[in-house]
């Protein structure tokens, strides 16, 4: 029953239309990697460099902080933050007594943050964890902007490494879609780490920004918390800004029911969803809590979502705004350039259009490449019309390409409205006429196989060419199942397209999978 109801969470997701926004926090680092600290445990880290007995040491700070604030000041955010300032302070004079001589800092650089750069830069991944890992991998374009207190690299390194990552002031100077935010700075810019009471002082004078910058995300986009505690001030003070800016009690419970928050319980075995009520300064924000002890689960439903454009798009098209409102030009600007400067750009039209929707199809559909059918069949993201792309785009495809999956675009439309012969004879093909004299040749060590899965063939030692064709034999003479077909390629789509001949073995087997779902 768990997993239905979580299930149920998604789905919802996914019908809104919205990428999702993730405000991803140390819980995830300590599962996936060495750097197992949270907050204390790196304060007592810290100390341990210049004291003999830091826990105690730890204590004192804590005794200290705690005797010099309000009843309504003590919490465990502020004391950690106030108790950084002394770590600072202590660990920096023992560097400079040449206690601490591990390593070297730059003028201008704080020691103490330097070091913890070097400590949390030297993580290895947890190998206990590599499933959960890889389907985090997965996740890479299905989320619209990642946000993060994590000082470590490990989100940038392994799991949204097509996010463009903003540190520091940057973050209130650009734009947050397809961005990676490091709100609290990070380990690559020492200076940038938000850690102590001055830090943080800093920091909240400049939050309110920050939280006028992403309300639109957190307002329209659902946004899911993972890798905190129900009770962590870093997502309390994020709402709490969001909320003062809401007008309307629609807009309140609107809000609401777009934020989901993960938590961890190792006591529990199967998903459990619920609702979970935050207090914060008097004002009860609800949201769906799902408590689970296996991450597993979790990722396999949020790897459901379908991305609704590719992030590099939405990128392209942020700086173009940025360039031209940067412009004093702005106003005259007739053509600009969508191209990053590392893209390779091969002499067609990058055209953005501004019009009626009846004239902007047209055009967009005479612009879609032979990959962008391809990508449509797995992850549905082209807007417009079938009828469009059937009757503009494919017979123009066609002339260059053998086959395309078109019974997607063809299933529900008038048949006789078809004139393309390309069109008709493609229409009529069946899975076998993707076969080739190479790939026929293995069928009969094919046969003498006992694969099980897809995934099974993909992971099995065997030579290149060998597993490509064996992928494809399964689909045609494996009696696959539609839906592990789908799942594989959803798993391996990028992977694949970006590498031959495995972009040609990918490409037959979507071909497989519209046959399948759609003829």
């Not at 600072?88 to 601490?100: G, H, P, Q, T, V």
């Not at 070297?104 to 070091?115: D, G």
Request: aromatic share 10%; hydrophobic share 35%.
């Amino acid at each position: 029953m768990g997993r239905d109801e979580l299930s149920d969470v998604f789905e919802k997701i996914t019908k809104s239309l919205r990428l999702p926004v993730i405000f991803a926090g140390s819980g995830l680092a300590k599962r996936y990697t060495t750097n197992s600290f949270d907050w204390k445990e790196l304060l007592i880290k810290c100390i341990s460099e210049y004291c003999d007995d830091p826990i105690n040491k730890y204590k004192e700070y804590k005794e200290d902080v705690e005797h010099s604030m309000t009843f309504q000041e003590v919490n465990k955010f502020s004391v950690n933050e106030k108790i950084g300032t002394f770590v600072e302070k202590d660990f920096n004079k023992a560097y400079y007594r040449k206690e601490i001589s591990s390593f070297t800092v730059e003028e201008n650089q704080s020691p103490l943050k330097v070091y913890i750069s070097k400590l949390l830069s030297d993580y290895q991944l947890n190998k206990d964890m590599n499933y959960e890992i890889e389907l985090f991998k997965q996740l890479n374009q299905k989320m619209l902007t990642v946000i993060t207190t994590n000082y470590d690299t490990f989100f940038e390194d392994i799991i949204f490494i097509k996010h463009e990552k903003i540190i520091g002031q940057n973050i209130f100077k650009k734009s947050e879609l397809g961005t990676l935010m490091k709100i609290h700075g990070c380990v690559t810019r020492p200076e940038t780490l938000i850690l102590t009471g001055r830090d943080y002082e800093k920091f909240k004078k400049r939050r309110k920004v920050l939280s006028a910058k992403i309300i639109n995300l957190f307002t329209e986009n659902p946004v899911i918390f993972m890798g905190y505690s129900v009770s962590d001030e870093n997502i309390k003070s994020i709402l709490m800004d969001i909320f003062e800016c809401l007008e309307t009690e629609e807009d309140f419970k609107s809000f609401q029911e777009r934020l989901v928050i993960i938590i961890y319980d190792n006591e529990v075995n199967d998903p459990v969803v619920g609702t979970h009520s935050m207090q914060i300064d008097g004002v009860s924000i609800s949201m769906t809590k799902v408590t689970i002890s296996d991450f597993a689960p979790l990722l396999e439903e949020m790897n459901k979502l379908r991305r609704i454009t590719r992030l590099r798009d939405i990128q392209h098209i942020k700086d173009l705004v940025y360039e031209i409102v940067e412009s004093s030009e702005g106003e005259k600007r007739k053509l600009v350039n969508l191209m990053s400067e590392d893209e390779e750009y091969d002499g067609d039209e990058v055209v953005v259009i501004i019009g009626k929707e009846e004239h902007v199809g047209d055009i967009g559909a005479k612009g879609i490449a032979a990959e962008d059918i391809y990508e449509d069949i797995v992850f549905n993201n082209l807007t417009i019309k079938k009828e469009k792309i059937l009757m503009l785009s494919i017979p123009s495809l066609l002339k260059a390409n053998s086959y395309l999956p078109i019974n997607k675009y063809i299933k529900g439309s008038d048949i006789n409205s078809i004139s393309d012969e390309r069109t008709l004879l493609i229409k009529e093909m069946t899975s076998e006429k993707l076969l080739t004299n190479t790939i026929t040749k293995d069928l009969d060590h094919y046969i003498q196989t006992e694969y099980l899965s897809l995934n099974e063939i993909y992971e099995a030692d065997l030579p290149k060419t060998k597993k490509l064709h064996y992928l494809v034999l399964r689909c045609i003479f494996g009696e696959v199942e539609t839906h592990e077909l789908r799942q594989f390629i959803e798993e391996h789509y990028f992977t694949m397209m970006k590498s031959k001949p495995d972009d040609t073995i990918i490409k037959k087997m979507i071909m497989i999978l519209d046959m399948l779902e759609n003829k």
